[in-house]
């Protein structure tokens, strides 16, 4: 079982109300199709900072719910979970993410599992994964919903004013650039034929796409997994 729930109650960006906040009760429904159908395998993605929520009291609850449904898990991390960041798995973007993988007790990979080794250990960046040297040699920053549009500007002095918020303009060739759709998309890791369909505007397939993980890191924690089904 794959899943991912909602990351705004726990992120540190946003109220922190964690299961206070209605969207992050969505980890009970979790919880409840795991004991009607008892999957081998529960795979589970959030923000990194879920592990350090309410005094790390919420990791806890999630852990502990896990064990009562027959699941092996243990705090250790690289362990049960881990935080990996897309940029070292060859995608040029700092998305850090919370990764849990529980085996149910007694399957071949409970206790036995470790997470994936970065494919990019040095980080990719903007200029190696889109193979032009104009963009900048550095590791592009995460795509998420808020802070779309930030004040990005030439100062009097020649310099770039770049705003803490913004993530969807970058300096190219000495000129503003914004992200497109399918550069955002290629910088999740999504295929080229992966389309969006006609109805979905340019700042919805932004916010999607902020909102989704990261495929390469997806798909190399899933290859660990598959070893031992």
Known sequence: MCAGFPCQPFSRIGKKNGFDD????LFNDIERVI??????????????????????????FILDKLDKAGYYVNRERDDSWNVLNASDFGLP???????????????????????????????????????NPKWPNKVGRTIRVGGRGSPVYKKSNGEWFIDRRSWDT????GSKHILTV????????????????????????LKQLGNSVAINVIREIVREIVKFL
Do not use: C
């Open 22 to 25: 209605d969207r992050g009760t």
């Open 35 to 60: 004991l009607a159908r008892k999957p081998k395998v529960v795979f589970l993605e959030n923000v990194r900072n879920i592990v350090t929520h309410d005094e790390g009291r919420t990791f806890q």
């Open 93 to 131: 973007t700092a998305r850090q993410r919370f990764y849990l993988v529980a085996f149910r007790k007694g399957a071949p990979g409970a206790g036995k599992f470790k997470f994936p080794k970065p494919t990019s250990p040095e980080g990719m960046t903007l200029r190696q994964f889109f193979k």
């Open 170 to 173: 970058y300096i190219i060739g």
């Open 182 to 205: 399918d550069e955002a998309k290629k910088m999740m890791g999504f295929p080229d034929d992966f389309i969006f369909p006609e109805t979905v505007s340019k700042v919805l397939a």
